[in-house]
């Protein structure tokens, strides 16, 4: 069983509408939860982070974290071309050492 | 602050040869980490090190070693290199000691074994 799953995608928002991508993971020990953005060619960089239930808002992007569920979602308002990426999940597991990444959702966003 | 640098940026290699993937951080972070990136997958963890001194396996370690003499550098040395190496190498710090610390990655080096 992986750790982190996502759906590969791709996912197609036209510009302008929100974008919802999904994320679970299997560890109900793990603490912490993270989502970067990956650029075709590019290294990963951190959008923003999570770590008690409900939102988390920063500027048109909202964290949604559910323990009981294991579930953690991202949605992107006001969708932009810019936004078109692979979004990857990671979750800090109960031993924070480790981080363990989901394969990533494309994202496709239609000017 | 440069954050996280890796070099080289791109590297061929033949099968049997070794080589050095050189990784540095001035952010004064305790953990360091080591993963691989194949095409349209997540990130596999190959090592890391909680401080200097100390490094542990992740989730793919064979074909790999690691040491971390200094909190700045973690090294990761491939011996003896196969086609199945062939991927993108991605090394990341992070302060550690809590669990709203977020990893920082370097620019990556994408290796070809041939």
């Known amino acids: 069983q992986k750790e982190v799953e996502q759906n590969s995608g791709p996912l197609s928002v036209p510009e302008g509408a929100i974008a919802s991508l999904n994320c679970t993971y299997s560890?109900?020990?793990?603490?912490?939860f993270f989502w970067y953005r990956q650029y075709s060619g590019k290294s990963p960089e951190l959008i923003m982070f999570i770590y008690s239930n409900g939102d988390k808002e920063d500027g048109r992007f909202t964290a949604q974290l559910n323990k009981a569920s294991q579930y953690v979602s991202l949605l992107i308002r006001d969708s932009q071309p810019s936004d078109s990426a692979t979004y990857l999940c990671?979750?800090?597991?109960?031993?924070?050492?480790?981080?363990?990444f989901g394969s990533g959702t494309k994202l496709n966003v239609k000017p | 602050n440069a954050g996280v640098t890796q070099t080289p940026k791109f590297r061929i290699l033949k099968i049997g040869q070794s080589m050095t993937l050189q990784c540095t951080q001035d952010?004064?972070?305790?953990?360091m980490y080591w993963y691989r990136q194949d095409p349209g997958m997540g990130l596999k963890l190959i090592y890391y090190s909680v401080g200097a001194g100390i490094t542990d396996k992740g989730e793919v370690p064979n074909g790999y070693n690691v040491s971390r003499s200094t909190t700045e550098d973690f090294p990761l040395r491939l011996e003896l290199a196969a086609p199945s190496q062939t991927s993108v190498y991605f090394c990341a710090s992070s302060k550690g000691e809590s669990y709203n610390s977020p990893l920082h990655f370097g620019n990556g080096t994408r290796l070809t074994v041939t």
């Open positions: 560890d109900r020990g793990s603490q912490s």
């Open positions: 952010m004064n972070h305790n953990y």
């Open positions: 990671a979750v800090n597991g109960s031993n924070f050492n480790k981080f363990y």
